[in-house]
């Protein structure tokens, strides 16, 4: 059986992306985003029963909320003032160029509070639960990730994270069943001088010290590492040409959760997530992963013990 998840969008975004059709035109396709979204997204292409806790408000909250539920998957919206984020990127070129974003405002005390609230809830009512960050850090209060993240695993829930900074830092102190960060945001936090495993391990062990169960980095075009109980696995997959590197990380955090909610180990569930995140560079859509390719893809993983 194939339990249920909870994903915490704080602030979805509303996303307008210019392509280029067959002729000399353009076409143009809006869609609701952002990093929570794109990880439902994932989870429900995996046939994973899915509901997104998010806030919505403005002109864009309205048109980003409506989008949620055309693609069929279940929200658990908590109305604000302010406005929702958007962009509008240009791909004709064939590079993503930015025409103009907004993260959105940020949420007020009693929205946080109502957001935790309804998180909370379906949280409960889930299995699996998967916190995801807004466009900008600074539009929540970072406290409300310890919070929730410890309030969820006390009462026997799983929880999940890909993070960095003080949401990061917030989500440790609660404590978090998986984390699965980039080596650039490890890079960025000041947790390693460089990428090699015999720098970026010794991070890892430090953040399972500070709260995190399981460990996992990846390292863009590079092999993806896990820490794994006290042992360090290299997460080895077959190249693929890449039509859209952005939004890997997402697919490959969400195809984990996928896995663990299907009943998989914590080792099956890092391949499926290492072939979700593989796939969805093959693909211009973002959170778009096809769930047989992902399955065959998933057997080809190789995951090997690295010894420093």
């Not at 069929?72 to 509008?88: D, E, F, L, M, Q």
């Not at 974003?101 to 998967?130: F, M, V």
């Not at 490959?252 to 914590?266: E, S």
Request: charged share 25%.
């Amino acid at each position: 059986m194939t339990l249920k998840t909870m994903v915490m969008a704080p602030v979805p975004i509303l996303t307008v992306t210019i392509e280029a059709d067959d002729g000399e035109g353009a076409e143009i396709h809006v869609h609701a985003g952002g990093q929570g979204l794109w990880q439902a997204r994932v989870l429900a292409s995996l046939d994973v029963p899915v509901v997104l806790c998010g806030c919505f408000g403005g002109e864009s909250g309205g048109v980003v909320q409506q989008l949620v539920r055309d693609e069929g998957i279940a929200v658990r919206p908590v109305a604000r003032t302010g406005a929702n984020g958007a962009y509008v990127h240009d791909r004709r070129s064939g590079e993503r160029v930015i025409v103009a974003e907004t993260p959105g405002d940020p949420l007020t005390r009693h929205e946080l509070d109502d957001l935790y609230n309804a998180a909370l809830a379906e949280g409960l009512r889930a299995d699996i639960c998967l916190l995801s960050g807004p466009a900008d850090p600074a539009l929540v209060h970072a406290d409300a990730y310890r919070r929730l993240a410890h309030d969820l695993r006390s009462n026997g829930k799983r929880v999940i994270v890909d993070l960095t900074g003080p949401l990061l830092e917030a989500s440790l102190a609660g404590g978090v069943d998986l984390l699965k960060i980039s080596h650039e945001e490890v890079l960025d936090d000041g947790r390693a001088a460089g990428d090699e495993p015999r720098e970026l391990v010794p991070a890892m062990r430090r953040l399972r010290e500070q709260g995190a169960d399981t460990v996992v980095v990846s390292r863009a075009d590079r092999s993806t590492l896990a820490l794994v109980g006290e042992e360090v696995r290299e997460v080895v997959l077959p190249h693929m040409e890449v039509a859209e590197p952005k939004g890997a990380g997402d697919s490959m955090t969400a195809g984990m959760a996928a896995g663990l909610a299907r009943g998989l180990d914590i080792e099956g569930a890092v391949r499926l997530g290492a072939a979700a995140g593989a796939l969805n560079v093959t693909r211009h859509g973002l959170g778009t992963v096809h769930p047989d390719a992902a399955e065959q893809m998933a057997r080809r993983v190789t995951l090997r013990d690295l010894r420093l």
